[in-house]
């Protein structure tokens, strides 16, 4: 395997693309593309493909919750920019020792999920994909195009919030890396890298109603994520080592496996969580949406000038733009 960082592999697809049809609103650099149809709505369209050995291992990965994986962090993407997810495309590739009761089970998980969502999966393509199995899955979203929270709209002086605990699913999976994988007080840990749950509804009400600048989801770290809004919008942040969100099971395996928790919240991948921004006259209807959605809203930070992500802890501060985890097993 090559050592690329994505993203400059993507800036690089991005820099030869040199149409832009009028409709087209957002192309390559958001979580969804945003394509402008009739009667003041926007298509949204994600694209995410889950490897064999990269981004899950069969061992310890049961094929129902990975079927709902693979749709669940397509929805992730419809669900930060504030969209409803609607259609979904399925290409499969199914190794030579993919056994029928895997892939049953497989698709039964894939289809539970879009159920959920209230989604129909409307096409795809079935192959043979050699020694490792691997799901591409498409999502087409629909929301309306005034409402569109994008990653650029990031603002000095906005807070930084995020909608739960950070560091849950890259526990969970350094805890099966390990092979300590079956303690009853890690369940939540297992359970944040095996099914990682959407936040749609929140990032909805957020963008109808919560008065929020700019949203993403966060799968590779806010250290990563944090920083591409910054990217996109011409800012910097600071986040406070104290205000990140750590649960009490992930402190304890943190301590277990040595790990700085701190560094493996902000760093680890694929939590699912959003992050946003808004000015402080949004905190109360923020506070209020996630009541209503059942979810949290936590504030850990602020947007100031620069472009940098800097991390304060214990009276110093760090440069942790971009110091994200990039999935290599
Ligand atoms: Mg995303």
Known sequence: MGHWAERNIIEAIAGRQRRTPSDLIQGIG?????VRKAGGLVDLWTTDALVEGVHFDPAWHPPYLLGRKAANVNISDIGAMGGRPR????????SGTTSDDFAGKLMDGFLAALVEHDMVLI???TVYSGERLMLSVTV???MAENEVCYRSGAQVGDLIWVSGFLGNAACGLELYRCGKDKEDRYSSLYCAHLDPQPQV????LLAARGGVHAMMDISDGLATDLAHICKASGVGAVIVADDVPLADEFLHAAAMLRIPPVQLALQGGEDYQLVFTAPESSSQSIRIIAREAGASAICLGRIVAGQSVLLYQNGKSQDITFQGYEHRF
Do not use: I, K, T
Request: overall charge negative; glycine content about 22%.
């Open 123 to 125: 096409g795809g393509d």
């Open 140 to 142: 087409c979203g629909e």
């Open 201 to 204: 509804r929140l990032g909805r």
């Open 87 to 94: 259609f979904a495309l399925l290409a499969l590739g199914l």
């Open 30 to 34: 958001d979580d969804c593309a945003v």
